[in-house]
């Protein structure tokens, strides 16, 4: 997909599993920050994830719905949250033709000379109507929480 949703466009609406055996549909979440990340349990990811979660009170005061999303697997989601105490919910996005490839944020990357598919940090600022009100790209973990949570209270 060359072209990527950006700011006043439909966030797509997709049901991803959660790591208790339950889905959340994109599509209901109302006022949300939705940020993707590459990899369970890796520095930038988990500064991340951490960020997100210390910071999950003043969204919810602020009416904003918080998910983390990365291709991991549920099992591996739950571990993830019971080793970091993390609070901020994740889901599983699906492998192939996911909510990451609709959103064009499945890339390829290169890492050491090897080109692989991966997760570009992307977070999205979700209006009530389900619109994408902001979108931060190539995501440097380094006080991003904090600028969201600044947009979202903003929103």
């Not at 951490?50 to 005061?61: I, P, R, W």
Request: aromatic share 8%.
């Amino acid at each position: 997909m060359t072209d990527k949703p950006g700011e006043g466009d439909a966030f797509p609406a997709f049901t991803l599993e959660t790591p208790d055996g339950g889905s959340i549909d994109t599509g209901s979440l109302g006022k949300a920050v939705v940020f993707f990340y590459p990899k369970d349990d890796t520095p930038g990811c988990t500064t991340e994830n951490k960020d997100f979660s210390g910071l999950k009170d003043e969204f919810d005061a602020a009416g904003v719905t918080l998910l983390g999303i990365s291709k991991d697997p549920p099992k591996k989601h739950g571990k993830f949250i019971a080793k970091h105490d993390l609070v901020a919910p994740l889901a599983s996005d699906p492998e192939t033709n996911g909510l990451a490839d609709a959103l064009g944020i499945w890339v390829e990357k290169q890492m050491y000379g090897r080109t692989y598919m991966g997760m570009e940090r992307t977070t999205y600022l979700l209006a009530a109507d389900g619109t994408i009100a902001r979108v931060w790209r190539k995501v440097k973990v380094k006080g991003h929480a904090d600028e969201v949570l600044a947009a979202a209270k903003a929103l």
